[in-house]
């Protein structure tokens, strides 16, 4: 009878929701297992009439007028649960959570949140709390009073995670390898060859729901993570219209507000379609060819017809090619950004209809000047300098990222939601570095220069179906969707001189010139990675009996990825190739007028040629491949005992990877051989092993959760995992990165990685909002892969190699506490603290051929080292402050990791790591009237600094050095 009055009082009530008094929402649900609770009752308890029924979430919301209410929540075969002396403010939203059960925690006083996003702290507390595995995470609530643009800045918050490089995750000590990003439950590819994990700084904050981070595996899980699976949930079905509006702008102590600092000097946006053209011909038909460059200029002296229009093509082409190789300038601006999000619950008679909008726009500018960059090698008992520059750089960083979720809810039990997501990320990079360099003499200034434009993008979609079926008892979870990522480089040059001083010795005749043996001639390069990945998901949980806890859940993963990758280099030279480009200009000259279009292709007589661009192109440095992955699981979870619950079960998973090699080349053998080019299996050879079975792999997990008692669980679990290599570590060819300048070999003999992962968790909850937990686990793995010099090449010209070593081991202690201050007095009442911190030891050996090379140089050195970008220790610490009635509410966060491995030692040298770098940063937001908000941040109080070294024999080199400088950000919103 009460539901009925519930359902027929909804439609008169929509008067007071157009009013937008205030709004009450939460979620019911079982104490026991933490299930929301489907058709569950929540009304006002002085006013039935006034109230709604549970979605088959439990998640609920009605509108109220401003005022003080108690409110009653009811379910059949449950206690009631009131709450009392709720004050709900015009305008305000108020979270309430009720955890039902004749056992149900008694809470002594009334917690009102005032929401900004939808899911609060307390309400990913009691997510937490309730789940079947070891589960960290942070909320939209929180994410919005801090300083977090993006989820690279966000995730830094939870416990055990750190970022590497502001984009990719590193959780328990373990990278982008051993840990996966998901959006809404499908794993997102990444933006980079080198890569596994989705680049974290493309996905703007304001989108999220909450950002999850589970660190136990349990079989419903891709079986490919080890670390942490995040998963980011974005928003669906808001508690009332909303409308927010906002612009930001900062100011960078060192990047914004500059006068003639340097700057990528223009430059072509793709690969321009001549020159693609030109590179796939065989060398005797393209321009880049020996014999058609000399065969164009001797016919056309001859008078052959034809000739000059193949020598106006190799001229057209190489003007094309023609971008500046000097640096330009600029002035920077403030930084700033725009954003804009609309969303709405609409009641569409019984039913449920949710949307919600989203843009964002931002332009930052970075930059330093007086950096250091050095690299060392061995000599005797200390390191020897093999460069030493002195370092500028700047950067113009450009994200554009739109979202848009439609969820209908019908028939109570149904639910589908349509989601889209495109987010982009430009980067302009300028960077300048002279200083001395052995090759060239020490006695000579050297001066090298880069530039280039790079656009990460990624687009997704989703369809998703949430189903109660069987009178409420199967659950199924559907989803489809499909993503499109990629990273592309156009025309990012390198270009290098070097100043002789008293060349011919006599004292004046400095001369400016180009070593092509020593560092290489100027280059443009063209490298493009895009990747396909289409994923189908189904989960179905059953109860088993009449219980409240024990059901089953199987279900199955199909996902296929389709990766195309080409590189393209083209280098300037003299006709003839010299070994030198002599004297080309004396020092102080401009080099934009040696290469300029004067001196760019070939002359119409008989005089002495100029410069000319070369194909340097690596064939086998094209490929394309698959991965298909199938996975199939079963999972029980089942109450032991009224203390104990088992969580187990099994995930089979399934995987194919096939790699190519790319569309450069001709297909016919005979055809090849008569034009001069290269026959596509010649080199497709070195891909003998194109098709990797990476096998079926069988992965079990045990889980066992002990509730001590209503407010404390301890965890135990066993499980195994794998890691796989990606395309570009099988991929047999030669790369670099174009920063670092080590080659890479791709080594299609890697195996999968299996990882063994033993957990133990105590958590305890003391008051809504308020928890302590400790945290250890082991890891040990079989065949990891790692990046280790080859032996066999010079300390100079160093190839990486991915090999799979035999064993290496992962420790760890975790604590987390967060806690209100009232307790210490009630002047703190509007102060909260958190913290968290981790301990963590790994250690990965490294081969007999490394450790036998090395002890030759460095007897003291380790025959192990740490994971890539994993810290000893990190330290997170939160003071919040909060007061509704002034609404004003600050946050202070500090930010601490320790030394963590950015980049291999070579021949004997140490590996390179990054030093700790402390971040303090304040936020501070404050509500004026209904609409309209201020919000006043600064980033890197400390001014900490950028830091990379090596310690050899007691004695520590430099490496990297720059400052980031403070950041001061002011935003405005408007908020409806």
Do not use: C
């Not at 933006?191 to 079989?219: C, E, G, H, Q, W």
């Not at 509704?884 to 790591?913: C, H, Q, Y």
């Amino acid at each position: 009878m009460l539901r009925t009055l519930l359902l027929l009082t909804t439609f008169f009530n929509s008067g007071i929701l157009l009013a937008q008094n205030g709004v009450l929402t939460g979620k019911l649900y079982d104490a026991v297992n933490g299930e929301g609770l489907i058709g569950a009752n929540v009304y006002l308890t002085d006013n039935v009439t006034v109230g709604t029924i549970t979605d088959f979430e439990g998640n609920f919301s009605f509108s109220v007028p401003a005022g003080n209410y108690s409110v009653t929540a009811s379910y059949i075969g449950y206690d009631n649960m009131v709450r009392q002396g709720v004050v709900v403010g015009a305008g305000q939203t108020v979270t309430l959570v009720f955890p039902m059960g004749e056992s149900s925690i008694k809470m002594e006083e009334v917690v009102i949140e005032t929401k900004r996003t939808e899911n609060t702290e307390i309400a990913i507390l009691a997510q937490r709390r309730n789940a079947v595995a070891v589960m960290d995470g942070i909320s939209g609530q929180e994410i919005s009073r801090s300083t977090s643009s993006n989820v690279g800045d966000a995730v830094k918050q939870v416990t055990g995670a750190s970022v590497e490089g502001g984009k990719y995750m590193v959780v328990r000590g373990l990278g982008d390898r051993y840990s996966i990003t998901q959006l809404n439950g499908v794993t997102l590819p990444s933006t980079d060859p080198y890569r596994n994990a989705t680049s974290l700084d493309l996905i703007p904050a304001f989108m999220l729901d909450n950002v999850m981070t589970t660190k136990t595996f349990t079989p419903d899980q891709p079986g490919s993570f080890t670390g942490g699976n995040m998963n980011i949930k974005t928003k669906s079905f808001p508690d009332k219209l909303f409308v927010n509006l906002g612009i930001s702008t900062s100011y960078n102590t060192l990047g914004n507000l500059q006068k003639g600092i340097i700057a990528r000097n223009g430059g072509s946006d793709q690969l321009p379609d001549m020159i693609y053209d030109q590179i796939r011909l065989p060398a005797n038909e393209s321009v880049f060819g020996f014999s058609y460059r000399f065969y164009a200029k001797k016919d056309y002296i001859k008078g052959i017809p034809g000739a000059e229009d193949k020598l106006l093509l190799l001229n057209e082409v190489n003007q094309t090619l023609n971008t500046p190789l000097t640096l330009g300038q600029m002035n920077t601006p403030l930084n700033y950004s725009a954003s804009a999000s609309v969303g709405n619950n609409l009641k569409i008679g019984e039913n449920k209809l949710g949307y919600v909008l989203g843009i964002r726009y931002s332009k930052s500018y970075s930059y330093y000047e007086n950096g250091l960059s050095a690299r060392f090698i061995t000599g005797g008992d200390q390191l020897q300098r093999l460069y030493e520059y002195s370092d500028q750089q700047s950067e113009v960083n450009e994200t554009v990222g739109a979202f848009a979720n439609i969820a209908y809810q019908f028939a109570k039990n149904h639910e589908i939601s349509v989601t889209g997501m495109f987010n982009q990320g430009n980067r302009d990079l300028a960077r300048y570095q002279e200083g001395v360099r052995d090759e060239t003499g020490t006695a000579n200034l050297f001066q090298t220069r880069t530039q280039g434009f790079s656009q990460r993008d990624m687009i997704n979609g989703q369809l998703n179906g949430k189903h109660r079926l069987a009178n409420g008892k199967l659950k199924v979870e559907w989803t489809a969707g499909v993503t499109g990522s990629g990273q592309y480089e156009p025309d990012l040059r390198f270009f290098a001189n070097h100043v002789s001083y008293h060349y011919d010795d006599v004292a004046g005749n400095e001369e400016v010139r180009i070593d092509k043996s020593s560092y290489g001639l100027p280059n443009h390069f063209f490298r493009e990675l895009e990747d396909r990945q289409y994923d189908a998901k189904l989960d179905l949980e059953l109860p088993l009996g009449d219980s409240k806890v024990n059901k089953i859940k199987f279900g199955g993963l199909y996902s296929n990825k389709v990766r195309d990758f080409n590189e393209y280099r083209l280098k300037l030279n003299e006709i003839d190739q010299n070994v030198y480009l002599n004297s080309l200009a004396p020092y102080g000259q401009e080099w934009g007028t040696v290469f300029n279009s004067y001196n760019i292709g070939f002359g119409f007589d008989d005089s002495t040629e100029n410069l000319v661009h070369f194909n340097d192109t690596r064939r086998e440095n094209q490929y394309n491949g698959t991965e298909r992955m199938a996975a199939g699981y079963a999972m029980l979870i089942y109450a032991l005992s009224d203390k104990v619950k088992l969580v187990t079960g099994a995930r089979i998973e399934s995987t194919v990877i096939e790699i190519r090699p790319g569309e450069i080349g001709l297909d016919d053998a005979d055809t090849a051989k008569a034009l001069g080019g290269i026959y596509r299996n010649s080199f497709a050879k070195m891909f003998s092993n194109d098709t990797l079975n990476q096998g079926m792999d069988f992965l079990p997990a045990i889980n066992l959760i002990v509730t001590l008692s209503e407010r404390s669980n301890m965890r135990l679990s066993f499980s195994k995992t794998i890691a796989r290599p990606n395309m570009r570590e099988l991929a047999p060819f030669f790369s670099f990165d174009f920063l670092g300048g080590y080659l890479y070999q791709g080594n299609p003999d890697l195996q999968r990685t299996t990882v063994y992962n033993y957990d133990f968790r105590y958590e305890l909850f003391t008051r809504p909002g308020e928890m302590i937990s400790a945290s250890a686990y082991y890891k040990r793995f079989n065949n990891p892969i790692v990046k280790e010099f080859s032996v066999s090449t010079s300390q100079i010209s160093g190839i990486v190699l991915f090999i799979n070593q035999d064993v290496a081991h992962v420790a760890g202690l975790e604590l987390e506490y967060r806690k209100n201050l009232d307790v210490v007095s009630d002047r703190l009442r509007n102060y909260r603290f958190s913290t968290n911190m981790s301990y963590i030891y790994s250690r990965v050996d490294k081969s007999l051929e490394e450790i036998e090379a090395v002890k030759v140089i460095n007897p003291d050195a380790k025959p192990y080292r740490p994971f890539a970008g994993q810290s000893p220790y990190l330290f997170n610490t939160n003071l919040s402050y909060r007061n509704d009635s002034s609404k004003l509410e600050s946050n202070l966060a500090f930010n601490l990791f320790g030394p963590r491995l950015v980049e291999l030692g070579f021949a004997g040298t140490p590996d390179i790591m990054e030093q700790p770098r402390p971040t303090l940063d304040f936020n501070m937001s404050k509500d004026f009237g209904k609409h309209f908000s201020a919000n006043l941040s600064i980033q890197n109080i400390l001014n900490a600094k950028f830091r990379t070294t090596q310690n050899f024999l007691g004695n520590v080199y430099d490496n990297d050095r720059n400052l980031i400088g403070r950041t001061i950000g002011l935003k405005l919103s408007y908020k409806l």
